[in-house]
């Protein structure tokens, strides 16, 4: 009872096959890789961008010759 065999298995598969059919299963298939596509390099950029911030100084130190003349 608490774990399916491999038989449930080709059961629910073939259940899934009958109301999608293969065509939208495999659209769908090719959409949800996409998106995984898309989010891996989303991280990527992230982590570039992450890099890059300690690199700039984001409070420069502030001495007489940098000082805003008002």
């Known amino acids: 009872m608490g774990s399916f065999s491999i038989w449930h298995w080709l059961i ?3 259940i899934v096959i ?3 059919g293969t065509k939208k299963l495999s659209s769908m298939g ?4 996409s998106a995984v596509h898309g ?9 570039e961008e992450a890099k890059k911030l300690p690199e700039k100084e984001v409070n420069p130190p502030i001495d007489g010759a940098n000082r805003d003349r008002r």
């Open 12 to 14: 629910v598969l073939a």
């Open 18 to 20: 009958l109301i999608f």
């Open 30 to 33: 090719k959409d949800l890789g």
């Open 39 to 47: 989010f891996k390099e989303g991280l990527k950029g992230g982590e």
